[in-house]
Structures are given as C-alpha cells and as structure tokens.
C-alpha cells in the first residue's frame, strides 16, 4: 500500500499573504525612517550654531566687539552636503566644522530678536559689529535644504538668549 506524505511548507496563499504584510510595513516605515534621518541632520545646525555663539562670546570679551561672518558655504547645501570655504572671518573667530555640512552658516548684525516661524535669511554686512551690554547685536544663523525640494529651513539665535528657534514645523 502506498503512504500519502505528510504535507510540510506553506500554500502559496499564505506566502502571499505574508508577503503582503510585508509590504503594508514598508510602507509606513520608509517614510518614517526619512524622516527621521532628516531631523537628526538639524542636530547639526543647532550644535553648530551653540559653538559659533561660544566663540562670538569669546571674542566679543577679548576684543570688545562682535565679528560678522558672511554666508558659508557659499549657497544653500542640498539634500548633500558641502564643503567648508577656508580663508573666511569664521577662520578668524577659530570656529570651523569637522567634515563636510548640511547647512549654511553666518553672523550678522541684529537689533532684535525673532520667533520660531521668523528667522531672518543670511546676508552679508561688515565685519565688526559693536558689542552693547544688555542689548542684541548679533544673530548666529544657520540656513539648509536637507531634503533637497528647494524649501528650506532656518535656524538662529541672538547673542542675549542662547535658545535657539527654528521652523514650527520643518520643510520636510
């Protein structure tokens, strides 16, 4: 007599079906893991922008003024970052960043301060900018596009408050 084999794998309906699920996972998590990558890059600007105001700080108690730095680099990183311009008045404050970055960065003269959803865009302007007690003179800020669509994002501080704002709701 001949035995009938046990069955043992899956139906092709069931690998479907996992397949399927699969799929519905990936579907959310690709886009959430985006996105995620592209908020741990702000780390870079904020941190960034703590240091140039330490440096400010300490050049501003050494030589009594404030030293403006223009845009760097040049223009607005994309979704790949850029490389440092040397030979700039950042050189001069001893601020420079290891590697390669997402954002644009400058110091300019500032008369007040701004909201979360207002941060000036980066210009140009002279290099020394007088220190005042008890008043802001200065804005660190940071400009990019981490995501590439030409809607960018900016960041920034006064020399008075340290807190750094940003987008409610960043571009991407």
């Not at 043992?8 to 799929?23: D, K, N, P, S, W």
């Not at 008890?134 to 030409?150: P, V």
């Not at 920034?156 to 750094?164: A, H, L, T």
Request: hydrophobic letters at 35%; charged letters at 25%; one cysteine or more.
């Amino acid at each position: 007599m001949l035995k009938l084999r046990e069955k043992r794998g899956f139906t092709l309906i069931e690998l479907m079906i996992v397949v399927a699920i699969i799929a519905i996972l990936a579907a959310v998590a690709i886009p959430q893991y985006r996105k995620f990558q592209l908020r741990a890059k702000t780390s870079e600007a904020k941190a960034n922008i703590g240091a140039i105001r330490s440096v400010e700080e300490g050049w501003s108690a050494e030589h009594d003024y404030y030293y403006a730095a223009g845009p760097n680099p040049g223009t607005v990183p994309g979704s790949s970052p850029a490389d440092w311009t040397s030979g700039t008045n950042f050189d001069k404050l001893g601020f420079k960043p290891a590697g390669k970055v997402y954002y644009r960065y400058a110091v300019q003269s500032a008369t007040s301060t701004f909201d979360d959803d207002n941060v000036p865009s980066l210009s140009g302007g002279s290099d020394t900018v007088v220190a005042h007690d008890n008043s802001i003179d200065i804005a660190i800020l940071a400009e990019g596009d981490l995501d590439g669509d030409g809607t960018g994002s900016r960041y920034g501080c006064v020399d008075e408050n340290p807190s750094i704002k940003g987008p409610a709701g960043d571009d991407f």
